[in-house]
């Protein structure tokens, strides 16, 4: 990939992307420190960190979930914002097919979102909450996110190194929220100028 951006996953909008891919690799591992890059595809950088370590700040919150070596995901759509470190042209961009990892994930939960019913005069009829899905469906339901787009992707807690996503399917909406070490985004090529407004 020529444009590699690291940790900068903040400057990096996904709302409206469509989804080519998305998998984990390494479903219960943790990814080893030392990989290097190799045939074009974008790996992370050594790092002092050992083997299933999750540093202290995020270990209470990141303490149950499905863990995996990488959470990969390849999307279309993506806006490289004006101060991602590999955008020279200071206005958000496009970028062409990107390649997302995230090390080490720890996938708290994914949920499909419950809803409520009215009817005309607004009285509620009926209230489905959401319902977590078990760890052993994550890859079937990541499966079906194929070509569908992301209403949303972003970082609810600032401070720590979190993840949450929601995906559209049909008439479904699937959220993901996952806690990680490391994430690298890669691409190979700048497109039109994203309008934002």
Same mark, same amino acid.
């Given at each position: 990939m020529k444009f590699?951006?690291?940790?900068?996953?903040?400057?990096?909008?996904?709302?409206?992307?469509?989804i080519k891919e998305m998998k984990l690799v390494g479903a219960g591992e943790v990814e080893a420190d030392e990989t290097a890059e190799s045939d074009g595809?974008?790996?992370?950088?050594?790092?002092?960190?050992?083997?299933?370590?999750?540093?202290?700040d995020d270990a209470a919150a990141s303490s149950e979930g499905l863990r995996a070596s990488w959470l990969e995901l390849y999307v279309e759509g993506a806006v490289v914002k004006d101060n991602n470190s590999q955008n020279e042209y200071y206005t958000d961009?496009?970028?062409?097919?990107?390649?997302?990892?995230?090390? #080490?994930p720890v996938i708290e939960a994914v949920l499909l979102e419950?809803? $409520?019913?009215?009817?005309?005069?607004?009285?509620? *009829?009926? %209230?489905?909450?959401?319902?977590?899905?078990?760890e052993d469906e994550y890859e079937k339901?990541?499966?079906?996110?194929?070509? #569908?787009?992301?209403?949303?992707?972003?970082?609810?807690?600032?401070? $720590?190194?979190?993840?949450?996503?929601?995906?559209? *399917?049909? %008439?479904?909406?699937?959220?993901v929220s996952f806690y990680y070490d490391k994430v690298i985004a890669g691409w190979n090529h700048f497109l039109n100028k994203a309008n934002m407004g």
């Open positions: 590699k951006s690291t940790n900068e996953i903040e400057t990096i909008q996904l709302r409206d992307a469509q595809e974008v790996k992370a950088d050594e790092t002092a960190e050992t083997a299933g370590e999750v540093k202290a961009k496009y970028a062409d097919q990107m390649e997302i990892r995230f090390k #080490n419950g809803h $409520k019913y009215y009817d005309a005069n607004d009285n509620l *009829v009926e %209230e489905v909450p959401d319902q977590k899905l078990a339901i990541f499966g079906k996110f194929k070509e #569908n787009y992301i209403f949303y992707g972003g970082k609810p807690e600032a401070d $720590k190194k979190c993840y949450q996503m929601i995906v559209d *399917v049909d %008439e479904d909406s699937y959220i």
